[in-house]
């Protein structure tokens, strides 16, 4: 079993940058399907990012394409998501996620094993 712990969190004005960490242990991360969640105050927990298992090929929500990057360093085993350009509305908790299901590496449902979770806070 995998544990995961993010950090990296805190706050960012709009048009800078951040990058969020998730360090695992038990299994190496190239085992999984390894994504970033996100949660907003009031609403539920929306799919960011996620890169297979099989492949390394990455998947976006349109929300953050072309701005935030997500990437594994199998050395230290982590993954990272680069926040590139942050708007305000991408102020959340950010959770790293690890599961095996290909047909639901976007979904809540398609991950198994989950972060405590980082602040991102996005000024305007």
């Known amino acids: 079993q995998v544990q995961l712990v993010e950090s990296g969190g805190g706050l960012v004005q709009a048009g800078g940058s951040l990058r969020l960490s998730c360090a695992a242990s038990?299994?190496?991360?190239?085992?999984?399907?390894m994504a970033w969640f996100r949660q907003a105050p009031g609403k539920s927990r929306e799919f960011v990012a996620t890169?297979?298992?099989?492949?390394?090929?990455?998947d976006y929500a349109n929300s953050v394409k072309g701005r935030f990057t997500i990437s594994r360093n199998g050395a230290n085993n982590s993954v990272y998501l680069q926040m590139n350009t942050p708007k305000p509305e991408d102020t959340a908790v950010y959770y790293c996620?690890?599961?095996?299901?290909?047909?639901?590496?976007?979904?809540?449902?398609?991950?198994?094993?989950w972060g405590q979770g980082t602040q991102v806070t996005v000024s305007s």
């Open positions: 996620a690890a599961g095996e299901s290909s047909y639901f590496a976007t979904r809540n449902l398609g991950y198994t094993t």
């Open positions: 890169i297979r298992r099989s492949g390394g090929s990455r």
């Open positions: 038990g299994r190496p991360v190239s085992a999984y399907n």
